[in-house]
């Protein structure tokens, strides 16, 4: 089987580190090259094009971005220059090999559920805004790939990237956290994203799909079930209700219908509380 050369950007992160991890099971015909910030800074763009030049990799799946709503929120400029400017970059440089883009369920407004394909996206802050633009901009080339990921967890090379590493270090720091009961996501552990985008690359198909588990659930259930496995810790969870949050706006229910990726897979997308019960020991 003939080797191939891809590249992952944003293998500081949480998604990014497992699809390196991950590699060796799922993608044997891929020679890998995962690049942190630290190793090639993306918003250099004539470094990017050297790099490039020198590797010539068959195949990108571009994760690294400016994630956090609140960091974008308080610096557009470099919000737009990380999610927007470098993805246009990357993409151009790829204009003639395959390119994954990792965006977010968070281009929608949560206002309907149960997304598919074909519904509009509606930002509700600068983040959303930044990867909504860059989905534009990668699809204008019909062979790459955007994939709309939903609420990962699983394990980051920092410990502090994942939903569920953030909880757990609130809840041992002795916070309490209110999650709310009419909020709904569709977790999906890193390890399935992983898988899904590996075989989806070896497919090499353009266009847009959704990423998530197989299960609508609220941020109350998700907390409940973690704190389960667990076990006791210093904080609490309590059970609140968005109605009565009177922060930045938020999207109550960004349930996906994935069923355009699935067809795809040779393996179901489980849902985060058949994720739970399948592998009973693993870390999260």
Known sequence: MQTRKAWITGTGGLIGSEIVRSARRWAEQWRVTGLTRAELELTDHDAVTSRFRSDSPDLIIHCAAMSRAADCAGDPISARANNVDATRHLAGLARNSAFIFLSTDLVLDGRKGNYTEEDSVNPLHVYGETKAEAERIVLENPRHTVLRIALNFGKSPTGDRGFNEQMHAALAAGQMLNLFTDEYRCPIATEVTARAIWELAGKEIGGLFLVGGGERVSRWDIGQALVRRWGPLPGTIQRASSK??????????????????????????????????????AKV
Do not use: V
């Open 244 to 281: 009565d949050y009177s922060g930045p706006p938020r999207p109550a229910d960004l349930s996906l219908n994935c069923q355009k990726l699935q067809s795809l897979l040779s393996f179901p997308l489980p849902g985060f509380h058949e994720w739970l019960e399948q592998n009973p020991t």
